[in-house]
Structure formats: C-alpha cells, structure tokens
C-alpha cells in the first residue's frame, strides 16, 4: 500500500507533526508542499509528489482554527456543498478514507491529553479533485497548540497507526447526513463501533445544497454502500430529500440513535 504524508512548508501544525513523523523515520513517506494543500489542484501535486497516480492514500497534515480557540484534534474528509472559497471545485466532494479518520481518531481518543475535544468534522473545504481518497489530521486551535512538541508526537503516532493498521482494516463504509459541524453522533460510532467507518458527512447547514448528486458523491467518494442519518439533527424539508435521494439510489440507511441497536454491531 502506497501512502503519502504531506504538509505545507508554512502550516505551523503540519511542520510539528512532520518533524516528528522524521524523528520517528517516517520521512520518506512525507512530502512538503510549496502551497496551502487546500488550494493544491492534481497537477500541482504532481510537482512535489511525482508517483502521485500511484499513491493509493494521502494524509494531510494541518491546523485546525476555530473562533473559539477551542482545544480540539480532529480529522476529516474534504469537499465543497457549494462555493469553493477555500480550494477545490464548486459543488464536489473529494475520495476519502473512512479507515484512515477512524483509526486516527480512535488513536486521538485514546491517547490525547486532558481539555482536548476529540472531533470529526464534517466534509469540507478543497481540495476534491484529487484522483486518490485524502483525509486530514489536525492539531487546534492556536498557534499555542500547533507548536507543542507533545501534540505533535501525538498527531505524528497517529498518522503511524493509520499507516500500519487503515490498509488492512475490514470495516464497512457509511457516509453521514445531518448534525452540527463537530458532530457529535457520528464521533460516537466512529471511536467506539467495532465495524462501522464514517467517510464523508453532510451537515445541517449544508441543507440548501443537498441533491441527489451530492448524497452520491457523499456515498461514493466514501467508497460506502450505506448511510447514517442523524434524524434529529437535521430539518425535516431536508431529510426528506436525503431519504428520496437514498431511497432513488437503493441505499440502505439508518438513524444514529438506533444504529448500534438495529446493527448489533458493538
């Protein structure tokens, strides 16, 4: 399995965490970008990246910012619900790695120091137009946090397990709809089932931008051939629209407060 590791030569983060990842002789697996990876299109990446077609996965090292300031690691699949004001195309998801931001955040869950929410995120941002599947890992949320050697080790161990484990995990793919941007439900299946891997998530207020085409790429740019729908998280004009596209599709779904239950699965 052809895994690549980058990072952008300016993200404070990113340079923690790779730094680490060298220490821990991960080095050759890493590769610096010349540009923010948002904005990074497949050519490009083809310039510092040059068997980039024959990489299977990518990692994206990074900062995670929020207004709050809150402590926070995180992982996450990327794509536009509609502009594309920061990277990748207008109305595209990108390929994702459930496996990957699962295990990394299991590995983030397990390991991380006291005060620091554990979070996916639901999908967004660029880049999407990258022919193979990209996950982030991030370390937030100041520049406090991205220069703290001990998140950095941590953030660099959890890239190691994905590397290690992901490739040979057996998972089932899901992609999820509804809840807020740190989706809370969704981490809970994601740390703690056994057999359920979450790719992309389309939240709440994506909801004007839901269509069948992106309830689609959700699913398929996840590699997933099931859905969860966080039922109370999400208005009712909406979910009925991801509940028609799903059901046009012949995708099977669930509600996250039964999954567990209907799937006997933990």
């Not at 730094?19 to 010349?34: D, R, T």
């Not at 926070?72 to 998801?93: C, Q, R």
Request: hydrophobic fraction near 40%.
């Amino acid at each position: 399995m052809n895994i690549r590791i980058l990072h952008w030569k300016d993200d404070k983060a990113a340079t923690n965490i790779a730094n680490n990842l060298k220490e821990m002789g991960l080095w050759h697996l890493c590769a610096q970008s010349p540009k923010s990876l948002l904005f990074t299109t497949q050519k490009e990446l083809g310039g510092f990246v040059p068997d980039a077609r024959k990489v299977d996965y990518f990692i994206v090292a990074s900062t995670h910012r929020s207004e709050t300031a809150k402590l926070a690691l995180t992982v996450h699949p990327t794509g536009n619900f509609g502009k594309a004001d920061l990277g990748g195309n207008v109305s595209e998801l990108s390929k994702t790695w459930p496996a990957g931001m699962k295990i990394g955040l299991q590995y983030y869950a397990k390991h991380s120091p006291e005060g620091f929410d554990i979070t996916m995120e639901a999908t967004h941002h660029g880049p999407t137009d990258w022919e193979k599947p990209l996950m982030f890992i991030e370390i937030g949320s100041t520049e406090k946090e991205w220069i703290r050697k001990d998140l950095g080790i941590l953030a660099a161990n959890a890239i190691k397990e994905i590397v290690e484990k992901a490739p040979k995990a057996k998972f089932e793919n899901y992609a999820g709809f509804g809840g807020i941007h740190y989706c809370p439900s969704f981490n809970k299946i994601q740390i703690e089932n056994e057999k359920a891997a979450i790719g992309h998530i389309v939240p709440k207020y994506a909801e004007d931008a839901i269509t069948e085409d992106i309830v689609k790429q959700a699913l398929e740019k996840s590699f997933a051939k099931k859905a969860i729908i966080d039922w109370k998280g999400i208005k009712s004009v909406a979910r009925e629209k991801v509940v028609a596209a799903l059901e046009n599709l012949g995708i099977e779904y669930f509600k996250t407060g039964n999954f567990e239950k209907i799937n006997n699965l933990i």
